[in-house]
């Protein structure tokens, strides 16, 4: 059978890391208060190609009998897989408004699909986790602060499982603008379409400047004008010094001064997280034309050729029933992008399989005895399976091997015969107690292991 691409698949011990990936976001973004949620696969054909998704990146679901009747249904009640989880999240909120409490906090870890070309770091289907903030008519700006630290202490701990240690450069680098400077800046230097200047400014990081400027000639500009955009997206730093070389420009507006002084309070406000660099930089504006202040971008340490891996912002008109609007701020995290890539290059776990210790079976008769054994253990959360068959015991441990379960437990020959418990990585058994032994922490779960400067052992 010829495999699709696209769609991937990972192997148990490279599912480990992304479990393990996912636990650490869930942990950071629970302790922070947001709650999960999860919206299901399929949305409107006309709700999602309303937010501006062309046609043939969007999967339309249709029963079998449909297509070989030749009835496929209108556009209008047409259904489709949803391509990220903004759009159904949106929905979401307007339909369950009465029983929310405002703000709503959640985060959404979840498939979605999207009809692309697969590439590096690009597939038809992948996962998504994404955390929102969602007022009911206002949302003040100190949400997207919130928004801004709680994704950067996420991406600390996303370093950490990847095998990130204190003195290791970060995985991660969160860019953070703000779609006010922009335009109020363009708005300052006379741009009529401050939206079109954004939508050049924005590929900078695949085109060169002089080309850039050229681009910006095209939508009106003056050489002038196109130089001090230009001049502008090139301001990147890692604390609040932009503002100074932004005002050394020269360029003055009530709408500037405003983004300003966001942008500041965002970076500020994450300055003290450790693990993770956070930078202010202009050139981030994001091509969608639904953000109105605050925007993000990030850049994987070693993987830049796979562009952005998380990014969002601010969007006060996203979410309407005609009659309330539901502003928010959110940022979307491509876990597949991010970990298939990885993955590839040799990122995995330390073993395939959960189990942290195999309790051997010395004859059928007795694998009853083995099963409690198996059960003391699970009672104090230790991860154990039982020997699959009754073979000598040197097979038993070599099935052990083969599975990486590091622990064999020996039942014994109760009363006279304690069980024991052999370490298979360096030979060592002892007698021990079913009811008190327990592996070292270390060994407990699969640890992330592999992927050059940062190849060191972490547990998740």
């Known amino acids: 059978m010829a495999k699709l691409s696209g769609f991937p698949e990972l192997l148990p011990a490279d599912r480990a890391v992304e479990v393990a990936v996912v636990d650490a976001l869930r942990r950071v973004f629970e302790l922070h208060g947001f709650a999960n949620v999860e919206t299901r696969a399929v949305e409107p054909v006309e709700t999602l190609l309303r937010k501006g998704e062309i046609d043939k990146e969007v999967y339309v679901v249709r029963r079998i009998h449909d297509d070989a009747s030749g009835d496929s249904g209108s556009r209008s009640d047409a259904l489709a897989l949803h391509f990220d989880l903004t759009v159904p999240f949106a929905r979401y909120v307007v339909e369950n408004a009465g029983k929310l409490a405002f703000p709503f906090r959640r985060y959404q870890v979840q498939k979605v699909w999207r009809g692309e070309r697969p590439q590096q770091g690009r597939f038809r289907e992948f996962t998504q986790a994404d955390i929102d903030i969602v007022g009911d008519g206002t949302l003040p700006f100190h949400a997207d602060v919130e928004v801004a630290r709680v994704m950067a202490e996420a991406l600390a701990a996303v370093s950490r499982v990847l095998g990130a240690g204190p003195d290791d450069p970060s995985w991660f680098t969160l860019q953070v603008s703000n779609r006010k400077v922009l335009e109020g800046f363009y708005r300052g230097l006379g741009v009529a379409e401050p939206t079109a200047v954004m939508q050049v400014v924005d590929k900078l990081d695949k085109l060169p400047g002089e080309r850039i400027l050229e681009l910006l000639a095209q939508t009106g500009l003056d050489e002038t004008s196109a130089r001090a955009c230009l001049a502008l997206a090139e301001i990147s730093t890692d604390d609040t010094s932009f503002v100074e070389r932004v005002r050394e420009l020269g360029v003055e507006h009530p709408l500037l001064d405003e983004g300003l002084d966001e942008l500041a309070t965002v970076v500020a406000a994450c300055a003290d997280v450790e693990g993770v660099r956070v930078t202010a930089d202009l050139r981030i504006a994001r091509g969608l034309d639904y953000y109105t202040g605050t925007v993000f971008e ?163």
């Open 298 to 460: 990030t850049r994987m340490t070693g993987q830049e050729q796979l562009g952005s891996v998380c990014s969002g912002g601010r969007y006060d008109e996203l979410a309407s029933d005609g009659r309330r609007t539901y502003p928010g701020v959110g940022i979307s995290l491509g876990l597949s992008r991010l970990l298939v890539p990885l993955v590839a290059n040799g990122l995995t776990s330390s073993r395939p399989v959960p189990s942290a210790v195999l309790v051997a079976v010395t004859d059928e008769e007795s694998r009853p005895a083995s099963d409690a054994l198996a059960q003391q253990l699970r009672r104090r959360g230790i991860p154990t399976e039982v020997s699959s068959a009754a073979q000598k015991f040197g097979k038993q441990i070599r099935t052990a091997e083969r599975r990486g379960i590091p622990y064999v437990l020996f039942p014994g020959e109760p009363p006279s015969v304690a069980p024991s418990v052999k370490d298979i990585r360096t030979g060592d058994q002892v007698d021990v107690d079913p009811d008190t032994w327990t592996p070292p922490a270390a060994d407990l779960t699969p640890t992330v292991v592999g992927l050059g400067h940062h190849s060191k052992e972490t547990t998740p």
